[in-house]
């Protein structure tokens, strides 16, 4: 029987995955790996099952064809630890917008319900826009 996953153990499968650094990536090896952290070795079955974890993995396996596992290198230390910080606020700016916008779509999500608007009519496609008659 697949093991569920707690929420903390769905959060270091995918550090896992982000941080991968051999050139193949496999479902057995993410399994095998998982094992060290979360204590005894996830089916493959419970991992695709997760839709989180099923998509981070789909982009790291399309990364690592597309560019392969190549670090850049900077020139020295200073360029790195610049970059580094860089990236540490980007990424600080990010997670918050990240969290604005999560917390924008439970008040939407909230007020849908409040008001009988169906989860298939939020869904709806956009209209198609006709370009000749906007010219």
Same mark, same amino acid.
């Given at each position: 029987?697949? =093991?569920?996953?707690? =929420?903390? &153990?769905?959060?270091? /499968?995918?550090?896992?995955?982000?941080? #991968?650094? &051999? &050139?193949?990536?496999? #479902? &057995?090896?993410?399994?095998?790996?998982?094992?060290? /952290?979360?204590?005894k070795i996830p089916t493959r079955q419970s991992l695709s099952a997760n839709k989180a974890i099923k998509e981070v993995f789909k982009a790291r396996k399309a990364g690592i064809k597309q560019k392969g596992n190549e670090l850049p290198k900077p020139g020295n230390l200073?360029?790195?630890a610049e970059r580094i910080a860089r990236l540490q606020n980007e990424n600080d700016m990010l997670k918050k917008k990240n969290a604005e916008l999560l917390e924008k779509f439970v008040i939407w999500q909230y007020n849908a319900y409040k008001h009988g608007v169906k989860e298939h009519e939020l869904n709806e496609s956009l209209p198609r826009i006709d370009r000749e008659r906007t010219e």
């Open positions: 029987m697949a =093991k569920h996953l707690s =929420k903390r &153990d769905i959060e270091a /499968v995918i550090n896992i995955i982000l941080g #991968w650094k &051999d &050139d193949k990536l496999s #479902w &057995d090896g993410l399994c095998a790996s998982s094992a060290k /952290v979360i204590g200073n360029i790195a």
